[in-house]
């Protein structure tokens, strides 16, 4: 995620020069200044964010806690300049976040992987600790890779977020592989089959965005011809249940993300 969201910014004009990139492999760091020449690496999380403005958490959700305890005392130091930190971390709260570095400048931001071309999809989530400054910083930095960001005034609409257009690429690549498949079954050459199927994701996308105001619903109903094609297949997808599947698959991600809050955040819930 973290490589989608340097090319975002780096197509936005940031300079390379400005952005630092830490990982505790150099062989990775190397393969990343290949990809993206002039971008700054190190091995040493608490070096690297001296003298930073925004600091990025974009590891898994299960080292974070290691990460954010390693950085406390560097951040004291660094706390004259107020950075702010931004954590795409799937379910971790800001309070857990905010007790594990002890700093509480935080914002969540739940970006998509289409950051890479920048059309990216984000939520973003700050809690009053943040100043509308720093507020508008974040979306700024965020708004360089997505296409569309979004403020949640509740940070539990972030798990939502993530099981929606988070996870979301995973969800369209799955039908994508499904179209490919059974294209390629009946005789289509792979190569044709894949151009067809990304052309029309490219087009479905711009085409709903174009008219964000029309329902999908009416826009699939324009596909579909009374006693034609595309009632046949639909036809399958409704005999089967498909849409509720699709709910119940958004619902189970977003549940897990909840629940990743609470195992890693060691949270307690009072019901
Ligand atoms: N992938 C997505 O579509 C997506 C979308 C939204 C949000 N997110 C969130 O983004 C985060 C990263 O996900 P990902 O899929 O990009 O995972 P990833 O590919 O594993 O990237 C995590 C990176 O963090 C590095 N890392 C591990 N320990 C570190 C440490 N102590 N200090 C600095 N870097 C360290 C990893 O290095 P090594 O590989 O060398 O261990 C790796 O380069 C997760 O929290 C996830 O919830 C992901």
């Known amino acids: 995620m973290a490589k989608a969201m340097i090319a975002g910014l780096l197509a936005a004009g940031h300079p ?3 952005i630092t990139v830490t990982e505790p492999q150099e062989t990775t760091l190397a393969l990343l200044r290949t990809g993206f020449p002039g971008v700054r690496t190190s091995t040493d999380n608490a070096a690297a964010i001296f003298g930073s ?20 005392a560097p ?55 943040v100043s509308e400054k720093q507020k508008d910083l974040a979306f700024a930095v965020c708004a360089s890779f997505s296409k569309l960001a979004y403020w949640l005034d509740k940070e539990q609409l972030l798990d939502v977020v993530t099981g929606t257009s988070g996870s979301g690429p995973a969800y369209f690549l799955y039908l994508c592989e499904a179209m490919v ?33 029309t329902e999908f619903s009416v826009l699939r109903r324009n596909v579909t011809s009374p006693k034609g094609t595309t009632e046949a297949g639909i036809k399958v997808f409704d005999d089967n249940n498909v849409k509720q599947h699709m709910k119940d698959c958004v619902v189970a991600a977003t549940k897990r993300a909840d629940e990743l809050g609470d195992i890693l955040g060691s949270q307690v819930k009072f019901f």
């Not at 052309?199 to 085409?207: A, D, E, I, R």
């Open 53 to 72: 403005h925004v600091i990025v958490l974009a590891t898994k959700p299960q080292v974070l806690k290691a990460v954010a305890e390693a950085l406390v």
């Open 75 to 129: 951040l004291k130091t660094e706390s004259t300049n107020n950075p702010l930190i931004l954590s795409i971390a799937a379910g971790i709260r800001v309070a857990d976040l905010a007790r594990w570095l002890d700093y509480k400048t935080i914002v969540r931001v739940m970006p998509n992987t289409p950051a890479l071309v920048s059309e990216g999809a984000s939520g973003l989530y700050a809690s009053q600790s």
């Open 16 to 18: 390379a020069g400005n």
């Open 181 to 213: 498949e059974a294209a390629v079954e009946q005789g289509m050459p792979r190569e044709i089959a894949r151009g067809l199927v990304a052309q029309t994701c490219l087009g479905v996308g711009k085409m709903t965005l174009s008219q964000l105001d």
